[in-house]
């Protein structure tokens, strides 16, 4: 047997601030608490229904009034932001996405009616078309293309549209170019000069998007002339220095907040852009990121709030601010027990 007589003893010993509770309590570098977190929610026509969503355990399609009775549990746990999409009935989609632009959508009466009997609720509303586009677009199609400059026309309109019925923020999710810029002017030229902008800033064509264009049932449709992915506008999960022009110009656009998306594929893209920029950064833990966890939890592979905990931490640690996960919930009542 080898032996190190020569090895001096460690004078530098990190365990020595592991060794208690209370002295790890001491030397935590991220806590993650519940006021940094948006609550994504589904909403559908109806009254007293509640949908599950089969991809995403624990989630459903809510009507309105469901929907604000969560709410308001939400905000009885220290959760106040909620991220609001509507599933819109099919016979209202069209190739043009016209419902998008109706004052009277299910989205605006969301909105005006959760604005009403909330009014502390931080309402935050995405702005893409693919919700009520038939061929499951996020920006209007003609001959297999993405037509960018005319979609931003439509996303500007229904940012207004947002903002009248009492968003508080939007939140472009359809990377077409130019969309903040045009955006700001639009809300500002109607007064709604206190509305902020989340931008989508770092979306990718991400595999992890599936579960919830199952709760929209949002994907792009099997037909010619309509792409059968995303990837001519969300980016390519291979590219990190593209990430920091996105963010560069939609700092310049005039937006208030950073988001990248998915989360925890991208820690890197995170922290790239928490360099890249003083605005406060946001992450999504998409609906596929939050499936892998409920799945392998379901299957008593994974503790669920263990694993789910320390996906969030990790999404924070490497520098989200605000972080949208659909275990907002879970997460509050799990901080509110044993003080995370
Ligand atoms: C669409 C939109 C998507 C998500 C948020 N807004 C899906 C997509 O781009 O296809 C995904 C969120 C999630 O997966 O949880 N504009």
């Known amino acids: 047997m080898t032996s ?18 209370v002295i790890r309590g001491l030397v935590r570098e991220t806590r993650l608490t519940p006021d940094r977190l948006v609550l994504p929610l589904f909403v559908m ?63 605006c009466r969301t909105v005006s009616t959760l604005k009403t009997e909330l009014p502390n609720a931080c309402i935050v509303t995405d702005i893409a078309l693919d919700p009520y586009s038939s061929v499951g677009h996020d920006g209007l199609v003609a001959q297999g293309a993405i037509l960018n400059d005319e979609t931003v026309e439509l996303l500007a309109k229904m940012a207004v549209l947002h903002a009248e019925a009492g968003a508080d923020i939007v939140a472009p999710s359809d990377m077409m170019d130019g969309r903040v810029a045009a955006i700001r002017a639009a809300l500002d030229a109607a007064g709604a000069t206190d509305v902020a902008i ?41 590219n990190a220095r593209e990430a920091s022009i996105e963010a560069m110009l939609d700092e310049d656009e005039g937006a208030d907040m950073l988001m990248v998306k998915p989360a925890l594929p991208y820690l890197d893209i995170i922290a790239r852009l928490r360099m890249a920029t003083e605005l406060p950064i946001a992450a999504y833990q998409v609906s596929g990121e939050y499936a892998m ?40 009542r799990w901080w509110r027990e044993s003080r995370l």
């Open 293 to 332: 966890i409920k799945a392998a939890a379901a299957n008593g592979w994974l503790d669920e709030q263990a694993s789910m905990t320390e996906a969030l931490l990790g999404i924070a640690r490497a520098g989200a601010d605000v972080i949208f996960t659909y275990a907002a919930l879970d997460y509050a």
């Open 45 to 107: 026509e109806g009254e007293k229904v509640s949908q599950p969503i089969g991809a995403m355990p624990g989630q459903a399609r809510l009507s309105i009034d469901r929907l604000i009775t969560l709410c308001s549990q939400a905000l009885d746990l220290g959760v106040g932001a909620f991220a609001l999409f509507p599933a819109i009935d099919p016979s209202r989609k069209t190739p043009d996405a016209g419902e998008a632009l109706n004052p009277d959508n299910l989205l």
């Open 4 to 21: 190190f007589p020569d090895l001096p003893q460690p004078w530098r010993r990190p365990r020595r601030l592991r060794r208690t509770a």
């Open 198 to 238: 989340i931008s989508y800033t770092v979306k990718y064509a991400s595999a992890f998007y599936g579960p919830f264009r199952e709760a929209l049932d949002s994907a792009p449709v099997d037909a010619e002339d309509v792409p059968q992915d995303k990837k001519t506008y969300q980016m390519d999960p291979a």
